[in-house]
């Protein structure tokens, strides 16, 4: 049996989806200019699962068809095992050096960490969570997930917002759910299969029973509307002048549910305030999710590493000893969260029969990465000067032979000639400073919550007895009738 392939992925997008962007409704999302470039990339992923020099690294056979599918869905019973998945999400990450934060591993590490943690659910949900699990791993479908409610008014919990704003359950029977308002940004909706849909944040039981929800829903599931952020893709004029945005702009999406019907065999929570919680944190489903996030990131920040380190030889500064000094930094600070993604696996625990990467080591890195990633930019502006700015309007310049000539005499590096200097710097600008650049570092800053929220977990997570044991152990060891060591002495 052969793996899914990038053909299937495209095949499968062409589900009728009620894709909406600027004013129409998207026909066909893998034609689409705002789309298709970014929708080639993610369906490259399946390629590289189809390739067979890379199939064992990538992918491993269903324990139910036999037929190949990705690692993403492996859960481990082993420290070996954990390792060896991650090596197959850093391979995934590294073909697009880490700009697809919700590439289909990520909700896929959510739902496999909850089925690590089934026993958290009631009998109904937990046959529903495990069929859903054999039928997503055995299609190796690409899912994202909605699980913040939309910003309006965060002074209140969801049950003070205007009516019809957060997605609420609205009827119940015999068949499923129905469910009614919107869902805060899910990022890739535009290219995935289906859509866990939940709720992350903090709900208030006696009030916020009906906002306490979790479902898989298909893209094209009626009553589902998507409704698309401005594409960089479509304003990119081409792949020389935007590398990364003309292909790896994965998009990011309002979900409007207009009585959306979702069967109970599709439904894991439904009215449970304290579940709606306990699925992310009494599973390893967090932890196994922002643990492929951390990897991801860990793939991007070498790849800026990489960046910085070519600035510095394309403008003829490596040699200064302040520019090795800055870029000795930037390493270091890429070697923190390598040494703490291994950490993770080094101190990881079971979970059952399942190896689970170690919680407070993941949110020590959420919090550090999180104030990282502005930095690391930081120090690649600090790096090039005016060099991402000092640069030809567009590739349409280069048909000129006259500004051709120009180009020629005016883009000098010690390094690379001037198209290749001008085409490194389009690259550094759409990493560092781009609309494309700047949309990654709200998504670093965010996607896992608002700063004060890993703070949180880390606060929560962190050994403190062991830590207060030592403050306490030194001072049981002295009173006010301790030996007075001056007395002593004499
Ligand atoms: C690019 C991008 C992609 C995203 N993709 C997804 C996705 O795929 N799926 C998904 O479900 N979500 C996604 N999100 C949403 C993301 O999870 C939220 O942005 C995040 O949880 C923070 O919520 P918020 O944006 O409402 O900010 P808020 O919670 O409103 O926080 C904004 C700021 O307000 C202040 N603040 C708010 N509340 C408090 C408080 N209680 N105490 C103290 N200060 C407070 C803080 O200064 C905080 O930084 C994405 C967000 C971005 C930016």
């Known amino acids: 049996m052969s793996p899914k392939t990038g053909r299937d992925h495209l095949e499968s997008l062409r589900d009728g989806r009620a894709l909406f962007y600027r004013g129409e409704r998207v026909a066909d999302v893998t034609t689409h200019p705002a789309f298709r470039q970014a929708v080639a990339t993610a369906a490259g992923l399946f390629d590289l699962n189809a390739d067979p020099a890379l199939r064992d690294l990538l992918t491993f056979s269903s324990p139910e068809t036999g037929r190949p599918v990705s690692r993403m869905w492996e859960l481990p019973e082993s420290r070996d095992a954990l390792v060896h998945r991650r090596e197959a999400l850093e391979r995934w990450a590294e073909s697009h050096c880490g700009f697809l934060g919700r590439s289909p591993d990520h909700v896929a590490s959510c739902i496999s960490g909850m089925v690590m943690g089934i026993e958290a659910f009631d009998d109904r949900a937990a046959g529903a969570l495990r069929d859903y699990y054999r039928h997503a791993r055995d299609n190796d479908l690409y899912l994202t997930y909605a699980i913040i409610n939309p910003q309006a008014d965060r002074g209140q919990g969801a049950a003070g917002q205007a009516e019809d704003l957060v997605l609420r359950l609205v ?9 009614r308002g919107a869902k ?3 990022t890739s909706a535009i290219m995935a299969n289906e859509v866990f849909v939940s709720c992350i944040q903090p709900l208030q039981a006696g009030a916020d029973e009906p906002f306490a929800l ?26 020389f002048d935007n590398p990364l945005a003309s292909r790896f702009d994965e998009n990011d999406a309002v979900l409007w549910f207009e009585d959306v019907r979702v069967p109970w065999d599709r439904v ?16 390893p489903a967090h932890v196994y999710q922002n643990y492929q996030s951390q990897v991801r990131l860990m793939v991007k920040l070498r790849f800026l590493a990489g960046l910085g ?6 403008n003829g500064t490596l040699g200064f000893p302040q520019v090795r000094e800055t870029l000795g930094q930037l390493a270091a600070e890429v070697a923190m969260v390598e040494g703490m993604v291994a950490g993770m696996e080094a101190k990881g625990s079971f979970h059952g029969r399942y190896f689970i990467p170690d919680r407070h080591l993941l949110y020590a890195a959420q919090v550090l990465t999180q104030q990282l990633y502005g930095k690391v930019i930081g120090t690649l502006r600090e790096l090039s000067g005016g060099g991402m700015i000092m640069l030809p309007s567009g590739i349409e310049d280069f048909a000129d032979p006259e500004l051709r000539a120009i180009i020629g005499r005016t883009q000098r590096s010690p390094a690379v000639g001037p198209e290749e200097r001008v085409k490194f710097f389009r690259l550094a600008w759409d990493a560092v400073g781009s609309e494309f650049a700047s949309r990654h570092a709200q998504y670093e800053l965010f996607y896992a919550g608002a700063p004060f929220v890993p ?3 880390s606060f929560r997570s962190y050994d403190w007895a062991r830590a207060t044991g030592m403050v306490d152990g030194v001072l049981s060891g002295y009173g006010l009738d301790g030996p007075a060591l001056k007395a002593a002495a004499e």
């Open 214 to 239: 979790s479902f898989v829903i298909p893209m094209n599931q009626p009553g589902l509307k998507i409704l698309s952020r401005k594409s960089y893709e479509a304003e990119a004029p081409s792949t």
């Open 309 to 314: 380190r070519r600035i510095a030889e394309v």
């Open 184 to 186: 805060m940004l899910a």
């Open 171 to 179: 009827d119940q029977d015999a068949a499923g759910i129905t469910v």
């Open 455 to 457: 703070k949180g977990h």
């Open 268 to 283: 894991f929570v439904a009215g449970d305030t304290g579940m709606c919680a306990r699925q992310f944190h009494a599973t």
